[in-house]
């Protein structure tokens, strides 16, 4: 089985900073993308930012300039940098990956367990 581990996250004041952190683990062959999208109440889940396997890193109109995705290769950890935060960012940030699992050579789509973010204004 591949899973997902999010970390980071919780209260902070507007303007503030936050990073998270998440971990692909479990039996991986090939990482071909991943994400962070987030939720907030009566909205549809919206892209944040991910990036795929030999192309480029893609955000969210929203966070472009204030969030930085970053990667671990090594660590199949994908780290998103949170500056300049405002209330509306506030939302649960689901991890999101695109993997070929290794045991039976097939893909998945594997989504983490959600980590609340808040922004106090």
């Known amino acids: 089985q591949v899973q997902l581990v999010e970390s980071g996250g919780g209260l902070v004041q507007e303007g503030g900073s936050l990073n998270l952190s998440c971990e692909a683990s479990?039996?991986?062959?090939?990482?071909?993308?991943m994400a962070w999208f987030r939720q907030s109440p009566g909205k549809q889940r919206e892209l944040v930012a991910g990036f795929r396997s030999g192309g480029s890193t893609n955000y969210g109109d929203s966070v472009k300039g204030r969030f930085t995705l970053s990667r671990d290769n090594a660590r199949n950890t994908v780290y998103l940098r949170m500056t300049s935060l405002k209330p509306e960012d506030s939302a649960v940030y689901f991890c999101?990956?695109?993997?070929?699992?290794?045991?039976?050579?097939?893909?998945?789509?594997?989504w983490g367990q959600g980590t609340l973010v808040t922004v106090s204004s």
């Open positions: 999101n990956a695109d993997i070929v699992e290794s045991l039976l050579n097939r893909y998945l789509e594997v």
């Open positions: 479990g039996k991986i062959s090939i990482i071909k993308a």
